[in-house]
């Protein structure tokens, strides 16, 4: 394989996905740049010769197929898929209807299983590539007014830990991105970041205070997404990329506090949990 790849990013037409196609492009990739309108993809980047635009809905396991068809029909391979688009539904689990929680696991968890699945075979098939999904540090701690993110994050990672096993024997590596708070459009009111439909009194006080903090810490959030951006196409362009790459100091601190606390939960009750073999073994 030569330096230059190709490049699948799925919610490639705003926040973060306009930083990762730009740092791809830059880095002499060539990139399929997908989204649920492609005329705000070119509306973006413009007609560049190593750029396709393509619509994807990532809920459609047809139009997931189509997209990788288009990509392999245009540059013959697909090197790296991005999983980036999603969206943020949050609330306190009891607000969060039935209905978002649905939708929210749809687009986060079962979106990208379907651009994942419409892939794999055209990356076995060259006994090579790099499937990189976006997870959050909302996939390795539960946090308040997030219960549906959470869990649509968590299952994200238990996902990307297990088809790495499945994956290897075919050339095919993974990595789980877990950014920390970053400027992008995660937290804009209506765009990426819905409230929740149902309103319980016992809660009202403390959703509307959390909301207004929320909104307020839009714009103000530490980390520089185009930082991120390059830094992804450097680890992606290891010889062996990680399974895992916290991106923000705040992810990392974090991951060091949950790792410090499940070994603190481990040995909390480590003489009881480790008495309850069987007498005979």
């Known amino acids: 394989m030569s330096d230059s790849k190709v490049w699948l990013i799925t919610g490639a037409a705003r926040g973060m996905g306009v930083d990762i196609v730009n740092a791809a492009l830059a880095a002499g990739h060539s990139v399929v740049a997908t989204a649920r309108d492609a005329a705000r993809v070119t509306e973006v980047f413009g007609e560049q010769e190593n750029l396709l635009a393509v619509p994807l809905d990532i809920t459609d396991e047809g139009a997931a197929r189509m997209a990788v068809e288009a990509a392999v029909e245009r540059f013959g391979r697909i090197d790296v898929l991005v999983n980036n688009a999603g969206l943020f539904y949050a609330g306190f689990f009891e607000e969060i209807s039935p209905e978002q929680f649905r939708h929210q696991m749809d687009v986060n968890f079962f979106g990208p299983l379907n651009v994942t699945r419409a892939v794999l075979p055209v990356m076995r098939k060259q006994r090579s590539g790099q499937v990189v999904t976006f997870s959050s540090t909302a996939g390795l701690v539960g946090q308040e007014f997030v219960a549906a993110y959470c869990a649509s994050k968590f299952a994200l990672e238990g996902w990307m830990e297990s088809i790495r096993l499945d994956l290897a024997p075919y050339g095919i590596g993974t990595t789980i991105v877990e950014p920390g708070f970053f400027r992008t459009e995660l937290l804009v ?14 809660y009202a006080e403390r959703t509307a205070a959390t909301i207004e903090g929320w909104k307020g810490m839009n714009g103000k959030q530490g980390g520089d997404p185009a930082k991120l951006a390059a830094a992804l196409i450097t680890v992606i362009d290891r010889a062996e990329p990680p399974l ?8 990392v601190q974090t991951a060091e506090q949950k790792s410090d606390d499940l070994r603190a939960q481990a040995n909390a009750f480590r003489e009881l949990s480790t008495s309850l073999n069987h007498d005979d073994t």
């Open 189 to 202: 009111e209506g765009s990426s970041t819905l409230w929740p439909e149902l309103s319980i009194p016992d």
């Open 244 to 251: 895992r790459w916290l991106a923000g100091a705040d992810a």
